[in-house]
């Protein structure tokens, strides 16, 4: 019997390796696609890319250690814009999904997603350049709708890298003066930047900033 040519390549990162194992199990599977990296989180799997070891597809997920989904989402798209992202995450929040579509991710995924729906997820983003359940869609369809609610919902949920820096280091025990000093800016700076962030979530306190921080994914440990 011919054995069928394994023509989409795919890497994989992922803190619990039983779900990984499983999961690059299941993709090795399908008769068009092949795991041919593995690791347990962004910092590792971009270290393990290289010429021999290039994949088309990297699936991530959304929380690791050391480099988290987000973050590796973002430095993919720097280094090698050519490789397609999809984001095993839990978060759907327009806020979270629209700041996975700044660093590049082409399709979002749950983890306790059907075989089918994996299948075609890949080959959708392999073929067409993207995947988007029809929940998701819904979603992006809502948010996108021309009116100024959904206008003014775009521009809150647009954060740039400093904004993300600074609601992760807020997350922390540290003062403000220690976060200033990890930003390299001055302590009214970073009040300017907390109190703007205050605006722009529609939250009064650093408290308030934290916990929309982790409950739409922005923040994870």
């Known amino acids: 019997m011919k054995e069928t040519k394994k023509n989409i390549?795919?890497?994989m990162a992922d803190?619990?390796?039983l779900l990984r194992s499983a999961l690059a199990s299941l993709i090795d599977s399908f008769e068009d696609c092949q795991v041919i990296l593995e690791a347990g989180n962004g910092k590792e799997l971009i270290a393990a890319i290289s010429k021999d070891k290039m994949p088309d597809l990297v699936i991530l997920d959304l929380n690791m250690p050391e480099m988290d989904g987000l973050e590796?989402?973002?430095?993919?798209?720097q280094q090698y814009p050519d490789i397609k992202v999809l984001m095993l995450t839990m978060y759907d929040?327009?806020?979270?999904?629209?700041?996975?579509?700044?660093?590049?991710?082409?399709?979002f995924l749950k983890k306790d997603i059907h075989p089918t729906e994996l299948k075609f997820a890949l080959q959708s983003v392999i073929q067409a350049g993207y995947y988007y359940s029809n929940h998701t869609t819904g979603k992006l369809v809502n948010l996108f709708r021309q009116h100024s609610e959904s206008n003014s919902l775009i521009q809150r949920s647009m954060l740039n890298d400093q904004e993300i820096r600074f609601l992760k280091l807020a997350c922390?025990?540290?003062t403000y003066k220690e976060i200033a000093q990890q930003m390299g800016l001055n302590p009214r700076a970073v009040d300017t930047l907390r109190d703007q962030l205050f605006v722009k979530l529609d939250v009064k306190s650093r408290v308030g900033?934290?916990?929309?921080s982790i409950r739409h994914g922005l923040v994870t440990f």
Do not use: K
């Open 93 to 107: 929040s327009e806020l979270s999904l629209i700041r996975l579509l700044q660093a590049g991710v082409r399709g």
């Open 9 to 11: 390549r795919i890497a």
């Open 15 to 17: 803190d619990h390796v």
């Open 172 to 174: 922390s025990d540290l």
């Open 72 to 77: 590796t989402a973002g430095r993919l798209q």
């Open 209 to 212: 900033l934290a916990m929309l």
